[in-house]
């Protein structure tokens, strides 16, 4: 008889484990399943007017891709979604509550900081990028002249038909022309760790008159 309850206790332990085990991991599937993530395709951060960051993410419509979808115009399938908090992960936690999907990093391209929010100093957030184990060291850092929102909401690439292709432009421009260092998070964070440099970023902006005549040539 106690040979039997100790089985019986065995199976029963045996059961509650396997359970949990294929509970665990099914959760797991479905929540980073790629229907239920959204990727973001670069970040802008200003100064907020009700807290410290002004987050914004850049995505872009699921179907963009699909067959039916117009890749020619993929500009028109682009969307920015603001939020505010005191840190970056206060930002992205408010913007996950109303999204819908869990906001993913992994194919972040570009990170802009508006000049404003640059003058302050950057090295908190860029430790705070670094660590999140979803972001590239090598996503492009760049600082704008305008606010960062403005800058994302201007981007419609005039040679690539797909935006997420645009940001991997710098480093091709970078090797083809020289006319601008090709700057990372990664290698900027570098510096924040030695003494032997200063770091660098691209400094970007809007060109309001020459994308106007830009249109005006198209139409």
Do not use: W
């Amino acid at each position: 008889m106690v040979i039997t309850s100790k089985n019986t206790i065995n199976i029963i332990a045996f059961l509650v484990l396997l359970a949990i085990f294929i509970g665990a991991f099914s959760s797991s599937y479905t929540s980073h399943n790629l229907t239920n993530l959204a990727y973001v395709l670069a970040l802008g951060i200003d100064t907020g007017e009700n807290a410290q960051i002004k987050l914004t993410a850049q995505f872009t419509r699921s179907d963009s891709f699909s067959p039916s979808g117009n890749s020619s115009d993929e500009s028109s399938n682009i969307i920015l979604i603001s939020g505010e908090a005191d840190s970056i992960y206060g930002c992205l936690n408010f913007l996950n509550s109303y999204v819908g999907k869990e906001i993913n990093l992994a194919h972040c391209g570009a990170v802009i900081f508006s000049e404003d929010f640059a003058k302050n100093g950057i090295s908190s957030q860029i430790y705070s990028l670094i660590n999140n184990e979803e972001f590239r060291p090598t996503t492009k850092l760049i600082i704008s002249t305008c606010q960062a929102y403005e800058y994302l909401s201007n981007v419609k690439p005039n040679l690539e038909k797909i935006t997420t292709n645009y940001y991997e432009t710098y480093e091709i421009t970078n090797k083809f022309t020289g006319y601008f260092s090709d700057t990372t998070v990664g290698e900027f964070f570098n510096t924040l760790t030695g003494d032997f440099c200063d770091g660098t970023a691209t400094l970007g902006g809007l060109n309001a008159s020459a994308r106007k005549e830009h249109e005006d040539a198209s139409n």
